[in-house]
């Protein structure tokens, strides 16, 4: 097993190093994972790294998975172009600061669009 030593200020990897490209781009073709156990321990070998093949579909998204796509493409277009509307911006400002349910003003939107989508 290979031993990783650290430069100065660098004390653990986590995630997705390298990521497969889409077809057609210049990019590797596996993914480069680095993983760093938490859990307390004896041991200072505590990173892993993996690498995992490009993972090709086998099947044709369902219906439901169709619906969902649409769903998220469209409540997506609203809530981008619901931020980009000067008329509405200061109401919903307003109400987003009013409420207390959701953290960050994306996602009060995504509520309420999601909800409009939805009927």
């Known amino acids: 097993m290979a031993k990783v030593v650290w430069s100065p200020g660098i004390d653990h990897i986590s995630g997705a190093l390298a990521k497969p490209g889409k077809s057609g781009q210049h990019s590797c073709t596996k993914m480069l994972l680095a993983t760093h156990r938490v859990a307390p321990t004896t041991s200072k070998d505590c990173n892993r790294i993996y690498l995992r093949e490009a993972v090709k579909r086998t099947t044709e998204p369902t219906q439901d998975e169709q619906l969902i796509r649409n769903k ?44 409009a989508y939805e009927g």
């Open 72 to 115: 998220f493409a469209a409540v997506s277009k609203a809530v981008n172009t619901r931020m980009k509307d000067l008329t509405k911006l200061p109401q919903d400002q307003a109400a987003f600061k009013a409420q207390n349910t959701y953290t960050t003003f994306r996602q009060y939107l995504w509520a309420l669009e999601s909800e």
